[in-house]
């Protein structure tokens, strides 16, 4: 089965900095989705990505997919502390999705 | 308005205790899921439903059982509930089997003493 890891386990950042996130895959990626998980709360769908070299924003956060380097990365700009929480990839695999492990990001004001 | 629910949000049971957690979607989807997300945070599949038919049953104890009633419910049974069952459980509906959007309920954090 598909494997994805996802790198930095935790960041740190302060209020304004960008950062990115990176998901690589064990196998080829046919889909990548981005979600966001608020401490104790559910997954928020961000976004998702299917083809190599497509770009995707939504508000300060943008996610591209390197298919050649069965990778996705997820840039946020001039963050702000909502952005604080866990952020999850996820893959198609043949019948179902599988996940990261996530990246617990902190955004100290 | 909520697209997919769950009740209990929160349940603190027992060791040795039966009981449900109960998922309803109402986007019309297809395809419905249970995640289990543990201590570290992994989320990792456990049942996944299409038309009420079970397609995917990840290696989990059999004390778990999955219900679909009809289309736009997926209720998660667990009898003998051991410590190592606590986690957060998650539900979640796509518009087919695999390969689309899934969108998440808000979980249901489990608690066995």
């Known amino acids: 089965s598909q494997e994805l890891e996802q790198s930095p386990q935790s960041l740190i950042v302060q209020e304004g900095k960008n950062l990115t996130i990176n998901c690589t895959s064990s196998k080829t990626l046919y889909g990548l989705y981005w979600y966001k998980q608020k401490y104790g709360e559910g997954l928020i769908f961000l976004m998702m990505l299917q083809k190599g070299g497509e770009e995707k924003s939504h508000e300060k956060i943008t996610a591209k997919l390197d298919e050649k380097k069965q990778q996705s990365s997820l840039h946020i700009t001039a963050s702000q502390p909502s952005h604080a929480g866990i952020y999850l990839c996820?893959?198609?695999?043949?019948?179902?999705?599988?996940f990261g492990a996530g990246t617990r990001l902190t955004v100290k004001p | 308005d909520t697209a997919v629910s769950q009740t209990p949000k929160y349940l603190v049971t027992q060791m040795g205790n039966d009981k449900s957690i109960k998922c309803e979607q109402n986007?019309?989807?297809?395809?419905m899921y249970w995640y289990k997300q543990d201590s570290k945070k992994f989320l990792k599949i456990m049942f996944s439903?299409?038309?009420?038919?079970?397609?995917i049953n990840e290696t989990v104890p059999n004390r778990f059982s999955p219900k679909s009633p009809d289309k736009a419910h997926l209720n998660l049974h667990i009898n003998s509930l051991e410590l190592g069952d606590s986690a957060v459980y998650f539900c979640?509906?796509?518009?087919?089997?695999?390969?689309?959007?899934?969108?998440f309920g808000p979980g249901t954090r489990l608690l066995v003493l």
């Open positions: 986007l019309g989807h297809d395809t």
């Open positions: 439903y299409n038309n009420k038919e079970l397609i």
């Open positions: 996820g893959a198609d695999n043949a019948n179902d999705m599988r």
């Open positions: 979640a509906s796509s518009p087919s089997n695999g390969g689309k959007t899934q969108y």
